[in-house]
């Protein structure tokens, strides 16, 4: 049986949802917290497929295209705009490590952390 993909958006608001159980499949262990998706994770349905189509084609724009069946022109834009929404997920989690270590080693406040935090992903939305 083929498993849905986790959904990276609420139905409801568009928010970014966040996973908060794992359950293993083999021993029924449960772990469960406030868990952040890995970029690719939090791609859509779309792009997500559109990744693994490239990923299969090592890359090979013309496959790709022949894969898709579209122009050349469109598959480079599709992949391109697929690339870029990446590219603002990886921006906001490397600034998310970075406030955290810089948290951790007390170069600055909880509130500070908080205040950054929070503009930062204001900005993605």
């Known amino acids: 049986m ?21 359950i293993c499949s083999d021993c029924g262990t ?3 917290g406030d868990f952040s998706m890995c970029p690719l994770c ?4 779309d792009n997500r497929a559109l990744l693994e189509l490239f990923l299969f084609a090592r890359g090979n724009l013309k496959a790709v295209q ?12 599709r992949i391109e705009e697929m690339f870029n929404v990446l590219e603002n997920r990886t921006e ?3 600034t998310s490590i970075s406030v ?13 952390a908080i205040d950054t935090l929070s503009e930062k992903f204001q900005e993605k939305k």
């Open 100 to 112: 955290l270590e810089q948290l951790h080693r007390g170069e600055i406040s909880v509130e500070d």
């Open 66 to 77: 022949r894969m898709l069946g579209v122009s050349y022109p469109t598959a480079r834009t």
């Open 30 to 32: 449960e772990v469960s």
């Open 92 to 94: 906001t989690w490397d």
């Open 42 to 45: 939090s791609l859509d349905a």
């Open 2 to 22: 083929t498993k849905a993909a986790a959904p990276s958006r609420c139905p409801s608001c568009g928010g970014v949802l966040n996973p908060v159980k794992y």
